[in-house]
């Protein structure tokens, strides 16, 4: 069974840092690109970042130069280290898995076929 598990979310100040995982389950993480949504209060799922099997990376404008994602194969865990944490970062924070086969890079909050639970993530003072 496909499982992804979100973890390490929290309550930080503005300008604060936070490291995100996701552990995969049930099935070969290493052949699979995968990114991160994020979900804010009352609005939309927003694509935030994309990484592929062989650790090319991809962000929207938005988080570029204070988020980082990463992947270890062997450990079969994602990572997003959120660094200069802002008020309106504040959402759930999503792991997916993008549909194989499909462009790992391009930006939309469709084409993954499977989700974890999501970790929340309070940017406040």
């Known amino acids: 069974e496909v499982q992804l598990v979100e973890s390490g979310g929290g309550l930080v100040q503005p300008g604060g840092s936070l490291r995100l995982s996701c552990a995969a389950f049930?099935?070969?993480?290493?052949?699979?690109?995968m990114i991160w949504v994020r979900q804010a209060p009352g609005k939309g799922l927003e694509w935030v970042s994309a990484?592929?099997?062989?650790?090319?990376?991809t962000y929207t404008n938005s988080v570029k130069g204070r988020f980082t994602i990463s992947r270890d194969n062997a450990k079969k865990t994602l990572y997003l280290q959120l660094n200069s944490l802002r008020p309106e970062d504040t959402a759930m924070y999503y792991c997916?898995?993008?549909?194989?086969?499909?462009?790992?890079?391009?930006?939309?909050?469709?084409?993954?076929?499977?989700r974890g639970q999501g970790t929340q993530v309070t940017v406040s003072s």
């Open positions: 049930g099935f070969d993480f290493s052949l699979y690109a």
């Open positions: 997916a898995r993008k549909i194989l086969g499909s462009t790992w890079y391009v930006a939309d909050t469709k084409t993954y076929d499977y």
């Open positions: 990484i592929n099997p062989g650790g090319s990376t």
